[in-house]
């Protein structure tokens, strides 16, 4: 199976900066999209920004120009750079990674999410 660690979330001020970090793992066979979703208290989770396996960005109105996701595909890891940050950016990240997995009674892309990493932005 596989698995998605992510790291780079914490404490910063606003209009300071964080880097996230997803990391898969696991028997991979073929990573398509993957992506940043985000999750504040009392709200329902939210997309941050994806990217395509031919790294086509899409990003969250509220994120535009100050966010920018990318992706190693031989470290097989998706990040998520965040600048300018404000306080309605605090929220829990999660990795979300769409993988082929040719088992099964249905082959084809399946998608995982990562255990979520705390951002916390101070003003």
């Known amino acids: 199976q596989v698995q998605l660690v992510e790291s780079g979330g914490g404490l910063a001020q606003a209009g300071g900066s964080l880097r996230l970090s997803c990391v898969v793992s696991g028997t991979i066979f073929s990573i398509g999209d993957m992506g940043w979703y985000r999750q504040a208290p009392g709200k329902l989770r939210e997309l941050v920004a994806t990217?395509?396996?031919?790294?086509?960005?899409n990003y969250a109105d509220s994120v535009k120009g100050r966010f920018t996701i990318s992706r190693d595909n031989a470290k097989n890891t998706v990040y998520l750079q965040m600048n300018s940050l404000k306080s309605e950016d605090t929220a829990v990240y999660y990795c979300?990674?769409?993988?082929?997995?040719?088992?099964?009674?249905?082959?084809?892309?399946?998608?995982?999410w990562g255990q979520g990493t705390q951002v916390t932005v101070s003003s």
């Open positions: 990217i395509t396996s031919g790294s086509r960005t």
């Open positions: 979300n990674v769409d993988h082929f997995w040719p088992y099964g009674s249905s082959p084809g892309y399946v998608e995982v």
